[in-house]
């Protein structure tokens, strides 16, 4: 808390003058501080940032300025709030008394009498607040405060955002433990979200109860024991544990006790009429009618079984119609769980009331979506909304108006999926470029990466084509459609190469009718503060939109400067909900910068090039004195640079606008073969000096990714991309260019190929088994023979020894198998080494590493060693952060 006590003590110098800590809780912090400008000592209590993020200071700063308002003897009150730091603070009058809780560690129990009048004195103040619209949710004795006597009831402003997670486990990386159950009532217990004044009732006897006996009136060993009492068990009457305590305050507290709402004293104040002992209203004569044992209907096994992970949210008891106002804006970190990484492809989505946010991510070799409720402190998997272990990466979920459920592309199919679990429903045939789910039942997609769009109902069955490219403008398809609030035209990116070049544009569903927003931009959207949203290079741009004109009336401004995308299918991840909440994943969390090193087959490292960047699939050229590889920076999408070993300064070979990448050396070590977008990924040949303009090896209507060039330079293995058939292999002569001949294909994704020094064999690695595997087949026959090499997954083949030895990529490992295939012998796979050196799973990523021809040196793209997790910001009220920038 020592950077927090700083900040907030430079923050409020102009206020308060900080002091020193007075002491910490599960919650929040508390200060010493001195108000000059009223000269009186005062209590500044800071919220722990993790709570912060987790709960939305947005709703804690709207709770205080209500309670703010309460003016009462028996209510703490609150003389300020705000943010700072990315948490919250409030204000509160220093008391030099102690707490409930410390009078009952000391006595244990409590005289009658003075329970009676502290309890009614909490009553008196809880009857007040509940008149105004306001529920504590928190009594416990550690929030009742003494001064000079009197009984204050305290944290009316922080109660409200505890979760329903209140079970005593631990919920942040930080550690903050949020309290314990004793004192929840059996429907707050169970997660139930519309909470009334009543809870505080139940809350009230269950402090009334420990004061008197000495502990509350469920104990036990663990959280799940207490709650199940909670919710099934009847205490021990209070006259059975404390023979002095008289008839009716027992009855008061067992009324009180009460497992339905409606059973229990109604008011506060009827609660403390009955322990003073009034007659008549309040019925007073009432006792238990020896209901042990009780279930209620809506607290079944399920109820215990989630309250063991955590409780419901509570929900903002309703004070009236007007919505709170707008605290401003509120910036958290959600950080991805331990294992987990980002997709290939980043994606983020919010649904529309920005509760729930939705990445992709690979869990150990799996992709799949997850879900985080911004209210709780872990990340979920939806159930089959993920590609699985397939290296795809291609899911790009997004979301149902209601939240309900999710949209995802899975084995070619556009499919939704429950969020909350269940199976599957398959909706249409699509595997591409994401989607928007109307308010009217619609849902427009991409179908294909070179295809337009196309819309089917939320039943499915009835999908028709909306849109074409026009492939004479240089269009390669229509990505990342977004569907107006009128439900007639659809935002969407017309995607052309160099990616500059591509437009956003409006559709009419009725007229087919484009209409050209701006150029210079992809995955843009409307939100419903009036503007259109868009990615530009590595950053988020905003310019006024009028939704009814459909025209955009302003200029654009950069209004988040760093966000992560994939180039490759101009997938940006970032989402605003419909009520102004942002959520982006930093480049930073999705690029890191590398170094490249060289690595022998016992793990000993030394440095390939000095300096570190974005570096990509870095090939060592034969004579082994000079090395190929991908660089992407904020300019450019991607380019091949040629480095001598052990010299930073390198040669940058491909310089045409769009992305080049995945080079291949010539077996003479003048040329390089790469992708290159036009705006297909075709396959072209540069001299390695840049001497030369490149020319076309291989081009047409599908993207193509380089595999290897045989040992005798004579043919190139390539992988192409056919949408509805899986990823094939294919080779092509070099010497004559004749037409490029099909090798292999099955309907699975066939990625990575390289051909054996003898050119007998041809290694590749296949999803057909439903994980990434490494194959050797017989070439140029492929129907002569054929091997498994890896018998737990693996990707990225290369050739060593002559041939006698092949050599992959196992997650951050590198394995080697001896082999000799003539006589049909496949030796056992040796891990040689591991270390931070990641892979490149993807069947359109180009190989992670490289091996010298003898396979005693390594070049592999190191990571630091120290980074922190991936993570996802997240900006609440960001509308209001909007309006003042850019203005209408």
């Known amino acids: ?147 000079d006597g009197r009984a204050l009831i305290a944290d009316f ?35 139930v979200q519309d909470l009334d004044p009543r809870t505080d ?56 006790l009460e497992k339905l709402p409606a059973d229990r004293w109604q008011t506060a104040a009827e609660f403390s009429d009955a322990l003073a002992g009034k007659p008549g ?74 509760r729930q946010l939705f990445v992709t991510g690979m869990v150990g070799r799996q992709e799949e979506v997850l879900r985080r409720r911004l209210d709780q402190s872990r990340m979920q998997v939806v159930a089959g909304a993920g590609q699985g272990d397939q290296g795809t990466s291609n899911s790009r979920p ?71 490219p026009d492939t004479s403008k240089g269009e390669l398809g229509h990505w990342w459609p977004q569907i107006l609030p009128d439900g007639e035209h659809v935002i969407f990116t017309a995607y052309r190469t160099p990616i500059e070049r591509s437009t956003i544009e409006v559709l009419s569903l009725s007229t087919g009718q484009r209409k050209v927003l701006f150029t210079g931009g992809v995955f843009g959207f409307y939100v419903p503060a009036g503007y259109l949203i868009y990615a530009a290079g590595e950053a988020i741009r905003a310019v006024p939109f009028d939704l009814k004109r459909l025209s955009v009336t302003g200029t654009a401004l950069s209004v988040v400067d760093s966000v992560a995308m994939n180039p490759t299918d101009g997938a940006v991840a970032f989402d605003v909900s419909e009520d102004g909440t942002l959520a982006y994943m930093p480049l930073s969390s999705y690029v890191t910068e590398s170094n490249l090193v060289f690595v022998d087959r016992h793990g000993r490292e030394t440095s390939a090039i000095p300096a570190s960047d974005r570096y990509d699939h870095p090939r060592l050229s034969p004579d082994g004195r000079r090395i ?107 010497e004559d260019r004749l037409h490029a001949t099909r090798y292999l294909a099955n309907g699975f994704n066939l990625a990575h190929p390289s051909i054996s020094p003898d050119g007998h064999w041809m290694a590749y690695d296949s ?26 997954y693996g990707s990225e083949p290369l050739w060593t020894r002559g041939g006698r030895e092949l050599v992959y990529r196992q997650g951050d490992s590198v394995i080697a198998v001896s082999l000799n295939l003539p006589a049909g012998r496949i030796g056992q796979p040796v891990a040689l080494f591991a270390g931070p050196y990641p892979d490149n799973p993807g069947w359109t990523r180009p190989r992670s590493y490289d091996v010298s021809s003898d396979g005693e040196r390594f070049l592999m793209a190191k990571l630091p060693a120290s980074r922190p997790r991936p993570r996802i910001a997240v900006v609440i009220n960001w509308f209001d952060e909007l309006r003042s920038r850019i203005g209408r």
């Open 1 to 147: 808390m020592d950077q927090i006590f700083e900040e907030l003590k430079a923050a409020l110098a102009d206020r308060y003058l900080l002091e020193r800590e007075l002491g910490a809780g599960g919650m929040a912090t508390v200060f010493l501080a001195h108000d000059p400008r009223h000269n009186r000592k005062v209590a500044i209590k800071v919220m722990h940032p993790d709570l912060a993020m987790l709960f939305g200071p947005r709703r804690f700063l709207a709770e205080i300025e209500t309670t703010a308002n309460l003016q009462h003897p028996h209510i703490l009150p609150l003389f300020d709030s705000g943010q700072v730091a990315n948490t919250v603070f409030y204000v509160m009058p220093y008391l030099q008394g102690e707490s409930l809780r410390a009078r009952i560690t000391r006595e244990k129990q409590l005289p009658l009498a003075d329970t009676i009048r502290i309890v009614s004195e909490v009553a008196s103040g809880l009857d007040y607040a509940h008149r105004h619209g306001v529920i504590h949710r928190d009594i416990k004795p550690d929030n009742v405060l003494f001064h």
């Open 157 to 191: 402003g922080i109660a409200l955002i505890r979760s329903g997670s209140d079970t005593g486990i631990r919920l942040t990386k930080s550690g903050v433990s949020l309290g314990t159950p004793q004192y929840m009532s059996p429907e707050q217990a169970s997660g």
């Open 201 to 256: 009732i139940y809350s009230l006897g269950a402090v009334l109860y420990e004061m008197l006996s000495g502990q509350p009136p469920f104990v036990g060993p663990s959280v799940q024991t207490i709650v199940a009492s909670i919710l099934s068990d009847q205490p021990v009457p209070l006259e059975q544990k404390r023979r002095s305590v008289p008839r009716h305050v027992s009855a008061a507290v067992d009324r009180a």
């Open 281 to 354: 209203r309040h019925g007073d004569g009432w006792i238990r009618g020896g209901r042990a044992g009780t279930w209620l209907p809506w607290a079944g096994a399920a109820a215990v079984a989630a309250l063991a992970l955590g409780f419901g949210a509570l929900r903002v008891h309703p004070r009236g119609p007007a919505a709170p106002p707008s605290a401003g804006p509120v910036r958290f970190e959600v950080e991805f769980d331990s294992g987990v990484r980002p997709t290939v492809t980043p994606v983020v989505r919010l649904s529309p009331d920005g």
């Open 398 to 468: 997004f979301v149902s108006p209601d939240g309900r459920w999710l949209a995802s592309f899975r084995q070619g199919k556009l499919r939704k999926i429950p969020v909350e679990g269940g199976p599957p429903i398959d909706l249409a045939a699509s595997d591409w470029a994401g989607g928007s789910w109307g308010r009217n039942g619609k849902l427009v997609y991409g179908r294909s990466y070179n295809t337009g769009l196309w819309m089917v109902s939320e039943g499915g069955g009835d999908e028709r084509m909306i849109s074409r």
């Open 628 to 734: 190929a590889v991908d660089i992407r920076s904020a300019n450019s999408a991607g380019d091949v640079w040629v480095f001598q070993v052990g010299r930073a300064g390198g040669t940058r070979v491909t310089a045409e606008g769009g992305r080049d990448f995945g080079s291949e050396w010539t077996p003479d070590g003048r040329d390089l073969i790469y992708s290159s977008e036009h705006p297909f990924y075709d396959l072209y040949r540069s001299a390695a000096d840049a001497s030369r303009p490149p020319l076309p090896v291989v081009t047409g209507g599908f993207d193509r990714y380089t595999g290897g060039v045989s040992a005798d330079g004579k043919l190139l293995a390539f992988m192409l991309s056919a949408p509805t058939s899986g990823s094939q292999l294919w080779t092509v002569p070099l």
């Open 767 to 792: 999803d057909e088994g439903g994980r990434v595997e490494v194959y050797v087949q017989s070439f140029p026959d492929p129907k002569v023979q054929r091997y498994k090499i890896s018998p737990s």
